[in-house]
């Protein structure tokens, strides 16, 4: 799963929400660190709504403009949680290796501890 797929995801996690609103979600979410462009998340959005992640929730005129709210589907949640937890794992591997000084690929000096 891409990075963007699980920020939108995320994003989706609590509520349906428009683009923009998506946008927004995600620029909090990551704090500034994931800033998707509106093409990269209607990109985003037709991928995960093509492998059933996500539906359309709804659509609403505002200000006369079409707005069309986006929520997970049980797939989609299923999906984050899975993802949620790898990423977790991941990051407990990391900081356990790191914490123990230990560093893959390192070569060691001969009598030394680097």
Known sequence: ???AAFFVLTA???EPRHGYGILQEVDELSEGSVRL???TLYGVLDRLSGDGLIV???EEVQQGRLRRY???TDEGAAALTE???RMAAGARAATERMAAGGRPGAV???GGTA
């Open 37 to 39: 462009r509106v093409g």
């Open 108 to 110: 060691r000096p001969a």
């Open 12 to 14: 989706l996690a609590d």
């Open 70 to 72: 986006y929520r997970l």
């Open 56 to 58: 359309l929730d709804r």
């Open 1 to 3: 799963m891409t990075q």
């Open 83 to 85: 993802e949620a937890a």
